[in-house]
């Protein structure tokens, strides 16, 4: 029987590789990455590498991502299905549309989406720096945010900007249930909830703390509280019992018996994955240089906005 771990490290250092893992990866995976984190911070952490290969354990925009900004580097993806209900939900020609019937509008696009969405926008956020992106664009321009309404919601609620949003949604974020949560919060009254701001309006109304998968982390393991409510995909929770193992971590159940709550697409991810891609070099993430190009701009603004 073959030790996974012992293998992908071997192969690790023979590739020169970096292994990167977003917070909703199973506990192996985040146990094996050099690097775990949000968007922005594997994001950033793309961008800074002097690794030859990086072997990205997330969805395709996240591998995408670390292709734009990094040309000559192999990117691995375990599993090319591992996509994003976002992404998915708007699609670039659409998109191109929904953008030239808002002339003059600054185009503000989640990381969530596509490189052909990425290339049609003038700024790329994430979750944990959308607010401060928005304020900002002068106050005289008039903003596009897309494809996550309820983050675009969230936003406006915060800066006071008025923006033309798409109507996309999460599909993991959407499932959680306001009722389930009002009960589970009689069932543990001394409980904090903490939400990321792609749920519903009527979900973030029932938050303690509203915010990225990072400030959802920090927060519960800084806070005084004991017990929380965790109202995100709940891989995170991995790291909140890693780094606080005296407190309680609750989570979110979504408005029916299914495992929802759970993104599918990051789980489509396994360790024997990793090790399959790394040994076969694939699969690997390719994008056409002008494509890139066009990606690459946004997504510098917004490493420049978010230093």
């Known amino acids: 029987m073959i030790d996974l771990f012992a293998e992908i490290a071997r192969?690790?250092?023979?590739?020169?590789?970096?292994?990167?893992?977003?917070?909703?990866?199973?506990?192996?995976?985040?146990?094996?990455?050099?690097?775990?984190?949000?968007?922005?911070?594997?994001a950033q952490a793309a961008a800074k590498t002097e690794a030859s290969v990086i072997v990205f354990c997330g969805v395709h925009f996240m591998a995408e991502t670390a292709k734009i900004l990094n040309p000559d580097k192999l990117v691995l993806l375990p599993d090319l299905a591992a996509g994003c209900s976002l992404s998915d939900g708007c699609p670039a020609p659409q998109f191109e549309q929904f953008v030239r019937a808002h002339p003059g509008?600054?185009?503000?696009?989640?990381?969530?989406?596509?490189?052909?969405?990425?290339?049609?926008?003038?700024?790329?956020?994430?979750?944990?720096?959308a607010e401060r992106i928005v304020r900002q664009v002068p106050a005289d321009r008039p903003i596009l945010f897309a494809p996550d309404q309820h983050l675009g919601r969230f936003v406006i609620k915060k800066t006071g900007r008025d923006m033309v949003l798409w109507p996309g949604s999460c599909s993991v974020h959407v499932t959680f249930s306001e009722r389930r949560i009002i009960r589970l919060k009689a069932e543990h009254p001394d409980a904090l909830v903490l939400a990321h701001p792609e749920c519903e309006e009527r979900v973030l109304r029932l938050a303690d703390h509203i915010g990225s998968t990072t400030s959802i982390l920090n927060y519960a393991i800084t806070s005084p509280a004991a017990s929380f409510i965790v109202v995100t995909e709940p891989g995170i929770i991995h790291q909140m019992k890693k780094a606080r193992p005296d407190k309680l971590f609750i989570p979110a159940p979504p408005d029916n018996g299914c495992a929802c709550n759970e993104c599918p697409y990051m789980r489509l991810n396994t360790l024997e994955k990793v090790y399959r891609c790394m040994r076969d070099r694939q699969p690997e993430i390719t994008l056409p240089e002008d494509l890139r190009v066009k990606c690459l701009a946004p997504l510098q603004r917004m490493l420049e906005m978010s230093a």
């Open 11 to 42: 192969l690790k250092q023979e590739m020169n590789a970096i292994i990167l893992a977003h917070y909703y990866q199973e506990p192996d995976i985040q146990d094996i990455a050099d690097v775990i984190g949000d968007s922005l911070a594997l």
């Open 105 to 129: 509008h600054t185009v503000i696009t989640y990381i969530n989406s596509s490189a052909g969405v990425k290339a049609l926008s003038d700024i790329i956020c994430t979750s944990s720096n």
